[in-house]
Protein backbone atom coordinates (compact mmCIF):
# COMPACT_ATOMS: atom_id res chain seq x y z
CA UNK A 1 0.00 0.00 0.00
CA UNK A 2 2.59 2.49 0.23
CA UNK A 3 3.66 2.23 -3.21
CA UNK A 4 1.11 5.30 -3.21
CA UNK A 5 3.63 7.53 -1.96
CA UNK A 6 7.25 8.41 -3.60
CA UNK A 7 10.18 7.48 -1.06
CA UNK A 8 10.55 11.60 -0.82
CA UNK A 9 6.82 11.67 0.16
CA UNK A 10 7.25 9.16 2.73
CA UNK A 11 10.20 10.74 4.19
CA UNK A 12 8.20 14.11 4.34
CA UNK A 13 5.58 12.33 6.18
CA UNK A 14 8.06 10.90 8.70
CA UNK A 15 9.15 14.55 9.45
CA UNK A 16 5.45 14.50 11.48
CA UNK A 17 4.16 12.76 13.75
CA UNK A 18 2.49 9.65 11.63
CA UNK A 19 -0.42 8.52 14.37
CA UNK A 20 -3.09 11.07 12.99
CA UNK A 21 -3.49 11.55 8.72
CA UNK A 22 -5.41 15.08 9.99
CA UNK A 23 -2.57 16.04 12.10
CA UNK A 24 0.03 15.69 9.19
CA UNK A 25 -2.21 17.24 6.97
CA UNK A 26 -2.70 20.18 9.29
CA UNK A 27 1.43 20.17 10.20
CA UNK A 28 2.52 20.31 6.65
CA UNK A 29 -0.02 23.47 5.75
CA UNK A 30 1.61 24.89 8.78
CA UNK A 31 5.06 24.70 7.37
CA UNK A 32 4.08 25.10 3.83
CA UNK A 33 4.01 29.07 3.77
CA UNK A 34 7.62 28.89 5.28
CA UNK A 35 9.33 27.52 2.60
CA UNK A 36 11.39 29.08 0.79
CA UNK A 37 12.18 26.45 -1.85
CA UNK A 38 9.97 25.41 -4.97
CA UNK A 39 10.48 22.17 -4.98
CA UNK A 40 9.64 21.19 -1.47
CA UNK A 41 6.39 23.71 -1.21
CA UNK A 42 5.44 20.96 -4.68
CA UNK A 43 6.47 18.21 -2.59
CA UNK A 44 4.49 19.20 0.01
CA UNK A 45 1.28 19.77 -1.76
CA UNK A 46 1.56 16.81 -3.68
CA UNK A 47 2.03 14.71 0.40
CA UNK A 48 -1.27 17.09 1.45
CA UNK A 49 -3.37 15.97 -1.54
CA UNK A 50 -2.54 12.20 -1.35
CA UNK A 51 -3.35 12.31 2.10
CA UNK A 52 -6.61 14.24 1.57
CA UNK A 53 -7.39 11.37 -0.98
CA UNK A 54 -7.04 8.47 1.83
CA UNK A 55 -9.11 7.58 4.92
CA UNK A 56 -7.69 7.48 8.25
CA UNK A 57 -8.13 3.40 8.04
CA UNK A 58 -5.87 3.44 4.97
CA UNK A 59 -3.51 6.37 7.03
CA UNK A 60 -3.53 3.69 10.36
CA UNK A 61 -2.17 0.63 8.05
CA UNK A 62 0.78 2.47 6.23
CA UNK A 63 4.31 2.00 7.71
CA UNK A 64 6.15 5.29 7.54
CA UNK A 65 9.95 4.67 7.43
CA UNK A 66 12.54 6.99 6.66
CA UNK A 67 14.60 5.79 3.58
CA UNK A 68 17.72 7.27 2.17
Not at 29 to 49: F, P, Q, T, Y
Request: glycine residues 2%; aromatic residues 6%.
Amino acid sequence: MNDKFTVEEVNLICIFECKSRTKVISDIKKVIKHLNDGEMVELSNRVVAKLDNMTDKEFVVMEFVVTE
